[in-house]
């Protein structure tokens, strides 16, 4: 019933930015809590950053004054914007987006994006 995309990886050379995107979709009737999740190669996925519906955010300390996380409530869509990228950042990138649907009953959905590949080059 709901969808999200993600968009905006790829590769950069370290010092460099990129911004990801992700786009929720569907029988939306709230969304509430949205975040960034990365999981780097043999370790587990980990919180970047969240960010709740008033727009309060959190970030984890190694990403503190490098990223960005933001949304836009009209468009149900989630964006990161990493500056000053570093080795450390290299990983899949995975966006968290939860919400109630509209349906008869109201209920609350977590969905997950596919993934996309952040790469930094030395």
């Known amino acids: 019933q709901v969808q999200v995309v993600e968009s905006g990886g790829g590769l950069v050379q370290a010092g460099g930015s990129l911004r990801l995107s992700c786009a929720a979709s569907?029988?939306?009737?709230?969304?509430?809590?949205m975040g960034w999740y990365r999981q780097a190669p043999g370790k587990e996925r980990e919180l970047v950053a969240g960010?709740?519906?008033?727009?309060?955010?959190n970030y984890a300390d190694s990403v503190k004054g490098r990223f960005t996380i933001s949304r836009d409530n009209a468009k149900n869509t989630l964006y990161l914007q990493m500056n000053s990228l570093n080795s450390e950042d290299i990983a899949v990138y995975y966006c968290?987006?939860?919400?109630?649907?509209?349906?008869?009953?109201?209920?609350?959905?977590?969905?997950w994006g596919q993934g996309t590949l952040v790469t930094v080059s030395s």
């Open positions: 960010i709740n519906s008033g727009g309060g955010t």
């Open positions: 968290n987006v939860q919400g109630v649907v509209a349906s008869l009953w109201y209920k609350s959905f977590e969905v």
């Open positions: 569907g029988n939306i009737f709230r969304i509430n809590a």
